[in-house]
């Protein structure tokens, strides 16, 4: 029933760990900002565990996630941790998304393909801002990167609904317009701190990413 979500959450959880592992790997950061970059690992491995009963195989990327974190101190994570079960993990995720990809029509595979951009730079951005990271660049490349995304999805559901009958269009009009919206606002709240040249906090961007997962959830369930 809720099969859909496979087309969201995994291409999402893959642009996460994408960002996080480059910052652990090649970020330039003090041992404390690094351990609270790690304390974050397990949001995920607890995501791809959660999103598991749908597809099976996805635990093992939580579990190896998991594993990692349970043998690395905090601060250790670059220096003495076991880095190949961060790079399996990550290799898992790409190949279960790849899977996804070619399992389904064009327009459907261009939108799980964007949403590694767009739902990955967006729950990076969050974990990293929870983080109290100091990485200024992230904080503004991150919501960049989800506004250019947000573009190329909404390319891809415009393209699926071409499929369409005209009944049917109309039958799901105000629902297309209600993702759209809310699209809109996610990427407002995400990058407000960018238009106003304010400081970053940590719930107008957990606020937009929200919005913009559900935003999200409402195009696959058109779209799958």
């Known amino acids: 029933m809720y099969s859909y979500l496979l087309n969201v959450i995994p291409p999402m959880l893959l642009g996460a ?25 397990p949001v995920i491995g ?13 635990a093992s990327i939580g579990v190896v996630i998991l594993a990692f974190f349970s043998q690395v101190k905090v601060s250790k994570t670059r220096d003495s941790g076991p880095i190949w079960l961060l790079q399996v993990a990550l290799g898992l995720a790409a190949a279960f998304t790849i899977f996804f990809i070619l399992g389904s029509e064009r327009p459907q595979g261009l939108f799980i393909l964007f949403s590694i951009v767009f739902l990955g730079a967006g729950l990076s951005h969050i974990l990293l801002t929870f983080a109290r990271t100091r990485l200024q660049a992230f904080h503004r490349l991150l919501p960049v990167v989800g506004i250019v995304g947000a573009m190329l999805i909404s390319l891809a559901v415009l393209w699926q609904t071409q499929q369409y009958s005209l009944n049917y269009l ?55």
């Open 17 to 41: 760990q994408c960002v996080l592992l480059m910052v652990l790997l090649k970020g330039e950061i003090c041992p404390g900002q690094r351990g609270r970059i790690h304390k974050q690992l």
């Open 46 to 58: 607890a995501l791809w565990l959660a999103i598991s009963p749908l597809y099976w195989p996805l």
């Open 170 to 224: 109309h039958q799901i009009v105000w629902w297309l317009v209600g993702c759209f919206a809310l699209i809109l606002l996610g990427i407002l709240g995400s990058s407000w701190h960018i238009f106003t040249q304010q400081t970053i906090t940590k719930w107008k961007p957990a606020l937009g990413f929200c919005l913009s997962f559900v935003a999200m959830v409402g195009f696959a369930a058109l779209l799958f």
